[in-house]
């Protein structure tokens, strides 16, 4: 993947309304997402795009810590929207980014939000999480 870069500022918009866009179309067909990376689009650059309390694009963004403690939980994925993936992650990961306007940021999540980040920071690395799965039982399918 490509860092992203001032020059690609004015584009940013729209890459972001695109990631909305298919975002939107998965929540409305499968009834889940809440965050996409640039990657699943076919945009080959370091970015992120979030819709929890708000929406939020993370720009080449690098975790700056990882918390020991790890939990398990079933993880999900608009590439095969039907299959449920066991994952082992990271309980609270803080990540340094740039925002839209290019301001440097720093945000820590934990929990859910925490799995969230890295599941899409991993699309950023060429991970699935069918990658991380704890062991050859844990997929499942949707019901």
Known sequence: MHPVTEAD?????QIAADLRGVMDEVRAKYHFG???AAPQLGCM????YLDTDRPRLLLNPVFTQ????MFELWDDCMCFP????????H???TVAYRDENWHTQTWTVEDDLSEL????????E??????????????????
């Open 45 to 48: 650059k370091r970015m992120i």
């Open 9 to 13: 500022l004015p584009q940013l918009p």
């Open 82 to 89: 039907h299959l449920l993936v066991r994952v082992r992650r």
């Open 34 to 36: 809440r965050g996409i």
């Open 126 to 143: 060429g991970v699935l999480c069918t990658m991380r799965a704890v062991d050859g039982k844990g997929f499942r399918w949707r019901r």
């Open 66 to 69: 990882r918390s020991a403690e």
């Open 91 to 93: 309980r609270r990961v």
């Open 117 to 124: 980040l890295q599941h899409e920071y991993d699309h950023l």
